[in-house]
T-cell receptor, first 115, second 109 residues
């Protein structure tokens, strides 16, 4: 069964450093997303991406964050100048169509710890 | 702004003891409602999509229903392997899901 794959599963970084979280969406999907979940809190939307550009982003997605689809299969989230409050689980998701028309499938997440 | 509220926060059931989880929502125009299951340390796993009031979907021991203001996830004769956090979410726009805080379900023998 097709699935969204994320690497690494756990990333520890020092405050102020840059991190790149990687995702391989489901192959025939066209819409890509990043969400995050701080421990004990709800899943929060960060950004959506379609046709090689950002469709929508939340207030959390400030100018330290960027996304890229460098080739036909990978989708990355880069966080520059990491802060302690960036520590969270980050989930990549993908969907075939707009989420008003179909469901999104999530990866298993990358746990980011900023120390 | 879209809001999703789930209750109860936590629910403990004995194996075989049926119950329901609630998801109430406030949106400008409902464009679907999703149920996901999340195991500890894992990503949300898709369960159901409901699009219109009166719609019902079933999968094994789970049945999701939808009204104009809320959705219910009914769990019939649960087993310990049904223990998880159940999340509901609504599309706020065509490209963004707004999640509730979830209901943590524990099913004991």
């Amino acid at each position: 069964e097709p699935e969204v794959t994320q690497t690494p599963s756990h990333q520890v970084t020092q405050m102020g450093q840059e991190v790149i979280l990687r995702c391989v969406p489901i192959s025939n999907h066209l819409y890509f997303y990043w969400y995050r979940q701080i421990l004990g809190q709800k899943v929060e939307f960060l950004v959506s991406f379609y046709n090689n550009e950002i469709s929508e982003k939340s207030e959390i997605f400030d100018d330290r964050f960027s996304v890229e689809r460098p080739d036909g299969s990978n989708f990355t989230l880069k966080i520059r100048s990491t802060k302690l409050e960036d520590s969270a689980m980050y989930f990549c998701a993908s969907s075939e169509d707009h989420i008003t028309n179909t469901e999104a499938f999530f990866g298993q997440g990358t746990r980011l710890t900023v120390v | 702004e879209d809001q999703v509220t789930q209750s109860p926060e936590a629910l403990r059931l004995q194996e075989g003891e049926s119950s329901s989880l609630n998801c109430s929502y406030t949106v400008s125009g409902l464009r679907g409602l999703f149920w996901y299951r999340q195991d500890p340390g894992k990503g949300p796993e898709f369960l159901f999509t409901l699009y219109s009031a009166g719609e019902e979907k079933e999968k094994e021991r789970l049945k999701a229903t939808l009204t104009k203001k809320e959705s219910f996830l009914h769990i019939t004769a649960p087993k310990p392997e049904d223990s998880a956090t159940y999340l509901c979410a609504v599309p706020g726009t065509a490209s963004k899901l707004t999640f509730g805080t979830g209901t943590r379900l524990q099913v004991t023998l």
